[in-house]
């Protein structure tokens, strides 16, 4: 029938859409992540940073982490938070204190405590802290809730740029077995220092204009991925129930118009309300992603019930074909849940890769 064939045309074009949307941000955000990690990487969309000279007059300062738990992590306010542990090791003069001057970029220190400060005769020297921060993070929502993130913790010294101190990364860092967010699960973690600049000479005197100051950073990286497609399913269960009974307006008589369009009316509010329900977990934004396509093909598959509720009471009274009728709306109700189904298996799977 043409009507089926142009309605599993529509949901075609509008499945392969959205699935290609969602595959190539996967892709994207897994390429900018390597990226972020990688020593001489720059991430797309970001301004490479000035070269460090090779040589030069600057201490050199081993560090390390583990991240101990994360105790705070939300989309909606783009923040999370952790405790972590920082450790310093360098040759050279005690006073150098990299610890006492270190900062978080893009993160604020709620607790700082020294646990350990050992200076040796022979010129070795450690620190380690205990730290609390809370970071702010834009997380990338175009594919929750079947989502994967990377948490970064950027570390830098707050006073002496590159010419006067840089970091080596210590492999020996990792993160704890305790370290869990609900709904997630950690995936990798690694660590890497990259050169990090300023177009700021932040107002010093020894700057001429137009120069910047270069820091070294120290970069933890921590990928988060969804568990399972519980959170997927719990988000969009009541959308899937008002599809439900939208489906079931198939099996009404064309000509009951009352009890045929109530059904799908009702639908049609359950799955507006689980719109709301849906952009609950999410932050302000204009980006349409995997929640809206769910969201759209459920609500235009509702409307799409009400048309052919209306096109199948014009074969049954106006034309007095009852035939026809119960044809379309049999081979409807096949078309539309198969194509929902599809809708619903392929734009998560296009999420998760």
């Known amino acids: ?14 499945i392969t859409l959205c699935a290609s949307m969602l595959a190539r941000n996967r892709l994207v955000a897994s390429g900018n992540h390597a990226l972020r990690m990688s020593e001489t990487g720059i991430e797309r969309g970001n301004t490479p940073p000035s070269p460090l000279p090779v040589e030069g007059d600057f201490a050199t300062v081993r560090v390390g982490s583990y991240v101990d738990g994360i105790d705070g992590f939300s989309l909606r306010e783009s923040t999370w938070s952790a405790n972590f542990h920082v450790w310093f090791n360098w ?11 270190m900062v978080l970029v893009d993160g604020n220190v709620t607790r700082k405590e020294l646990l350990e400060d050992h200076h040796g005769a ?11 921060g809370k970071f702010l993070k834009f997380f990338d929502t175009m594919r929750v809730p079947v989502e994967s993130h990377m948490l970064n913790i950027h570390i830098e010294d707050g006073s002496r740029d590159g010419t006067r101190l840089r970091y080596v990364a210590d492999p020996t860092s990792s993160v704890s077995s305790r370290a869990r967010i609900p709904g997630f699960r ?7 220092v990259k050169p990090h600049t300023y177009r700021v000479k ?3 005197p ?8 270069t820091f070294s950073q120290y970069i933890v990286g921590v990928d988060i991925a969804r568990v399972n497609l519980g959170v997927y399913a719990k988000v969009f269960l009541s959308l899937f129930a008002a599809l439900a009974l939208a489906l079931s307006s198939f099996f009404v008589k064309a000509s009951d118009v009352a009890p045929r369009l109530a059904l799908p009316t009702a639908a049609f ?6 719109s709301y329900v849906a952009s609950s977990i999410l932050p302000p934004s204009g980006a349409f992603g995997l929640v809206d396509c769910v969201a759209a093909f459920g609500q235009g598959t509702i409307f799409l019930t009400v048309v052919l509720a209306m096109l199948s009471n014009h074969f049954m ?6 035939e026809t009728s119960y044809v379309l709306d049999r081979t409807m109700f096949v078309v539309v849940a198969l194509c929902c189904l599809a809708a619903n298996v392929v734009l998560p799977w296009s999420a998760l890769g």
């Open 186 to 192: 950690i995936t990798g973690a690694s660590t890497t």
């Open 122 to 132: 022979d010129g070795t020297n450690y620190q380690r802290y205990r730290l609390s």
């Open 91 to 101: 040759t050279g003069p005690r006073d150098l204190d990299p610890g006492g001057k």
């Open 317 to 322: 009274v106006k034309m007095s074909d009852r």
């Open 1 to 14: 029938m043409a009507v089926a064939g142009a309605v599993a045309l529509v949901y075609a074009l509008g």
């Open 206 to 213: 020894r700057l001429t204009a137009g120069e910047s100051k």
């Open 269 to 274: 509010f359950g799955a507006v309300a689980n």
């Open 202 to 204: 932040y107002g010093d």
